[in-house]
């Protein structure tokens, strides 16, 4: 990159755009308007920048079907103009979003041109005509849905850049639910990018972006030059002393504010998931070839993928640096984080350029997924099978082959498993260390595993099964408990340190998150099981607009709001949203999802060494099919 550093880039960019983020899209705007063609009318007149025509690899094959037996490609006769009826199924979606070019919306024409053509068209009464697909009429929860995730919209410099926490008239204190997290506005920015409103998203990757490159200081200490802000917050600032004038200034909050002062791991990986389905979803191909998006995509693998002491190919990370941001036993190697660190490698490694100064980076990517993958789905998996092997483990091995490589005592397996676990499927536990390992089924990390095909896909449909075969207890009234099951009486005590947040079957400890709804009905789609995720969503649709779209709910079978849970909070709201268009359109899910790479299978470090034994990768890639 012209022989300056990465840090070097990312300073020079952010100190380019800093003084007034207007300028940040000015350049695009005024490109988008040069690209008007003639009197066509764009499908999305708020699109920042202009129509890409790069055909993605998921719509080749459907774009070549030619014959009598290939879907309609509508190009004759009129074309709705709301980009919602493309949304509900009207329009081939992709296509008019991605390539608008070779679909432009042209303008009606006028009523002499219409009478004329009826006048000469010859009279065929006697033909069928087959009546357009009807636009499913959006719910009235739905409608308010929409209204409430508009209003949760925050501006910057007059440009929408992200949705505060939550939105509650009734609340009095805001802590910090005025401010735009990362990680809440996710599945806000997906129910944007679906509904064809890809500003926001467009100017909240670029924000955040700028905000990486700021110091960072806890107690004279600085992290990593790549952390990515937990939350960011727009503040009024004066010009001067005499307050004549005022600017807006971005706030951000890397963890130096947050409870218990632990950096946002999470908040790298869920911007570059997010920024890979913007570009498959818009074909802003110019954006993700921006060298200050290149270089925070490098800063942020740097990072992560940085040499410590650790022995495994997993991150090691501390309490609460994840959506489980409170003390709850989840440090070390979470599958939470580890399943967003494989989604982000998969994604990082579609969106790097390829030049002599990433070459290095992207060979680390593909060795640390080949690792990752190999290790989360030998040593993660458990079913009744792999209970009853470790039931009878051997310890104190010391050998290359051991095969009780953790020193796992056998009296670790808590007794609520022994009677749980199912004849039929499985799931990865919640964390892997050395002599110990935590059983407890978190939801995020295997809906997130299946969905970037972290597990194979044997052990995708092992969970979703699972998840079906207990659905009493990890969906019940409400979809769908953040852990199972909760930790109670001492072990409670102990391991949350008696916080009053936390009790058992509340807020973290097994209560039920609807904002996770999104990633079931993602995981659904991916292993062709809709109809789980029908069944949620409708369960789920009884109750949160009545409820006022609160945050969580507690008790064992979520029939209780959250004791502390805040309304009007915006994931809930834009979860469900998103829920209901991914299940309208499954073919949107691919802008998410990663698909089995067998290759990644073959790359086994181990292979190099001749003085040790070869791992067992292939044992691995033969649970694959």
């Known amino acids: 990159m012209n022989g300056q550093t990465p840090m070097g880039l990312a300073a020079a960019a952010a100190a380019a755009v800093r003084p007034c983020r207007r300028r940040l899209l000015s350049s ?12 066509a009318t764009p499908l999305f007149p708020r699109l920042p920048h202009p129509p890409y025509g790069r055909r993605l690899p998921f719509l080749v094959s459907a774009a070549s079907q030619t014959g009598p037996d290939a879907p309609p490609t509508h190009t004759t006769g009129p074309v709705p103009s709301d980009p919602r009826a493309a949304v509900s199924g009207n329009l081939p979606f992709f296509d008019r979003v991605l390539f608008p ?10 009523k002499e041109d219409e009478d004329a053509a009826a006048a000469s068209a010859p009279a065929q009464a006697d033909e069928a005509v087959a009546p357009a697909p009807p636009v499913r009429e959006e719910t009235e929860a739905e409608r308010e849905a929409w209204r409430l995730l508009r209003r949760a919209v925050v501006c910057y410099c007059g440009e929408p850049v992200g949705t505060v926490a939550a939105e509650d008239p009734e609340s009095t204190e805001t802590l910090n639910y005025d401010q735009v997290f990362i990680r809440d506005f996710v599945p806000s920015a997906l129910a944007f990018l679906m509904r064809g409103e890809t500003e926001i998203v467009r100017n909240f990757l670029l924000h955040t972006l700028q905000l990486q490159s700021w110091e960072k200081t806890v107690d004279c200490y600085s992290p990593g030059q790549g952390l990515m802000p937990a939350s960011f917050k727009i503040r009024t600032v004066p010009l001067d002393e005499n307050n004549e004038g005022f600017e807006e200034v971005l706030d951000p909050d890397f963890g130096e504010a947050a409870i218990g002062r632990v950096a946002p791991v999470d908040s790298g990986l869920w911007w570059i998931i997010l920024l890979r389905a913007y570009c498959k979803i818009t074909g802003d191909y110019d954006l993700l070839e921006r060298v200050d998006v290149q270089t925070g995509i490098q800063l942020i693998l740097s990072l992560c993928l940085s040499d410590g002491f650790d022995m ?5 990370v501390t309490d609460g640096s994840c959506m489980i941001d409170r ?4 440090h070390g190697h ?4 580890q399943a967003l660190f494989y989604s982000a490698l998969r994604c990082s490694r579609e969106m790097l350029v390829v030049n002599d100064g990433s070459k290095n980076l992207i060979r680390a990517v593909n060795n640390r997924l080949s690792a990752l993958s190999f290790h989360i789905r030998e040593y993660y998996w458990v079913d009744m099978k792999k209970i009853n092997e470790i039931y009878r483990y051997k310890t104190e091995e010391y050998s290359h082959d051991a095969t009780n490589k953790f020193n796992i005592y056998p009296e670790q397996i808590p007794s609520w498993l022994v009677d749980w676990i199912p004849e039929k499927g499985g799931y990865l536990i919640g964390n892997l260390q050395p002599a110990h390992m935590d059983f407890r089924f978190f939801s995020l990390g295997n809906l ?6 972290l597990t194979t896909p044997r052990q995708a449909e092992g969970i979703l099964s699972l998840i079906e075969e207990k659905w009493d207890d990890l969906v019940a009234n409400m979809p769908l408990k953040i852990c199972y099951p909760a930790m109670e009486d001492d072990e409670w005590r102990i391991i949350t340190g008696s916080d009053p947040k936390n009790t058992p079957w509340s807020y973290h400890n097994g209560g039920s998150w609807p904002t996770l709804l999104w990633q079931f009905t993602l995981a659904c789609i991916k292993m062709g099981r809709p109809e789980l995720a029908r069944r949620a969503v409708a369960l789920a649709e009884e109750r949160l607009s009545d409820d006022k779209w609160p945050e969580y709910y507690d008790t064992r079978s979520g029939r209780f709001i959250g004791k502390q849970s805040r309304s009007y909070q915006t994931w809930t709201i834009a979860g469900f949203l998103t829920s209901k268009m991914l299940l309208e359109n499954p073919e949107l899910a691919s802008i998410l999802t990663c698909d089995e790479d067998l290759e990644l299978l073959e790359g086994c470090a181990c292979c190099l060494s001749k003085k040790r034994a070869r791992c067992s990768r292939r044992a691995a890639k033969s649970h694959a099919g």
């Not at 495994?312 to 090691?316: G, K, M, R």
């Not at 997130?448 to 095909?453: D, K, N, P, R, Y």
């Open 448 to 453: 997130w595993a299946i969905a970037s095909s």
């Open 327 to 330: 003390r709850m036993g989840i």
């Open 334 to 337: 979470p599958l939470e984080i």
């Open 101 to 110: 070019d070779s679909f432009p919306i042209e303008t009606p024409p006028a």
């Open 28 to 39: 695009a705007s005024v490109a988008a308007s040069k690209t008007g063609a003639g009197t």
């Open 312 to 316: 495994f190919p997993t991150l090691l």
